[in-house]
């Protein structure tokens, strides 16, 4: 009786030791896709990411391999977000932070240009680091609309343009690429980037949908509009135009403890006693409806803190689908900088995704009345 009693509970140890599966991931898709980069000491993440997705529209329209420079357009949309502070008398966002709609209404204002000819880098320097530049210009900003005197001085956006000057570097107005001369919009057009093809799409229940409505979140100084459809479109979306071969970009959250850039997954475990063992082991994740959703954006668990560039599909040796997110944080970060984001994190944690227009199949287009 005992050696039963001792076969069984072996055999239970044995089945439960061999229960847990530690991640095993195969490439379902994988878009070809520039070298991961960091942001260093920035919250400039929404062009890091985003000007990488540019430079895979790049890839995918032109074959050509460009390295885009990010600090040309922080540097024109640090203007344009003074510009909005100011006219809103300091009742306005003034941070690093921004959306990717700003990256393409940079492109639209004020063109693109190589990465060789727009640091915004001192010689010798290798790491971006914006808080004393913000922490300057805030405060000349907010000395302009205090001005006792009670009259803005005409000199205001001199003053802000030549801090930019000191700490990023004068504007491009011309540059030398391969042999030719360029203007930053002409060097647009010769990536062939149109920014007239790209959208954003989202997906809240306070909103139409398939409305365009204005998102309220704190980055959103420039009021950019989003398309808005349902949870199950949103996910559709963005794995149709991957396996269609189109990257996308994606705004999310990335506060939850499940998400993990060391490990380089990001879950949603159906129970928060697996939130640990979940970033080394398949479990069941939690089902994430429209509702649960909202309330998460509600009650401020969802907000819009980080943005990264989707340029994959992979599963793990269960069949669970995986978005492959390129990350800016560097290289030695997870797997080679890249994290692996299950559906049900997408579901609950995304703000928005952007992507070129042809990306969407013709219903939901019709629908959104994109032509």
Not at 44 to 51: D, L
Not at 109 to 125: A, R, S
Request: charged share 25%.
């Amino acid at each position: 009786m005992k050696k039963i009693l001792l076969g069984a509970a072996f055999t239970f140890l044995s089945i439960t030791s061999t229960s847990a599966q530690k991640y095993q991931f195969s490439t379902v898709k994988d878009i070809e896709d520039t070298e991961v980069k960091s942001q260093g000491r920035t919250g400039t993440c929404w062009s890091f990411s985003t000007t990488s997705f540019l430079e895979s529209e790049i890839i995918r329209l032109t074959g050509k391999n460009i390295d885009l420079s990010e600090m040309y357009t922080v540097r024109n949309t640090y203007s344009d977000k003074a510009n909005n502070y100011l006219y809103r008398q300091g009742k306005a966002q003034f941070s690093e932070g921004g959306l990717a709609h700003d990256v393409i209404n940079s492109v639209e204002k004020y063109g693109l240009v190589p990465e060789q000819v727009f640091t915004g880098l001192d010689l010798g320097q290798d790491r971006h680091n914006h808080a004393e530049m913000i922490a300057v210009l805030k405060s000349m900003l907010d000395a302009y609309i205090k001005n006792p005197a009670g009259e803005l001085s005409p000199k205001w956006k001199q003053s802000v343009e030549s801090v930019l000057d000191v700490y990023l570097g004068k504007n491009k107005k011309e540059f030398t690429f391969e042999g030719k001369k360029y203007t930053p919009k002409s060097f647009a057009e010769y990536v062939k980037i149109d920014p007239t093809n790209y959208v954003t799409i989202s997906s809240f229940e306070h909103a139409k949908k398939y409305d365009q409505f204005i998102l309220n979140i704190p980055d959103n100084f420039s009021n950019g509009a989003f398309y808005n459809v349902s949870l199950d479109e949103l996910v559709a979306v963005t794995e149709d135009a991957i396996k269609k071969g189109y990257t996308v970009e994606l705004d999310c959250d990335v506060s939850e403890k499940t998400f993990s850039s060391k490990n380089g997954v990001a879950v949603i475990p159906a129970s928060s006693t697996e939130n640990e063992k979940a970033l080394t082991e398949i479990v069941e994740e939690r089902t994430i409806t429209p509702s649960l959703r909202q309330t998460e954006f509600e009650n401020f668990n969802t907000t819009d803190d980080h943005l990264m560039h989707i340029v994959g599909l992979v599963k793990d040796q269960k069949g669970n689908t995986y978005f492959k997110v390129k990350n800016s944080w560097g290289k030695n970060q997870g797997n080679q900088g890249y994290v692996y984001m299950s559906v049900p994190y997408f579901k609950l944690k995304t703000i928005s995704v952007l992507l070129h227009k042809d990306a969407i199949a013709p219903k939901l287009k019709n629908k959104l009345n994109i032509k």
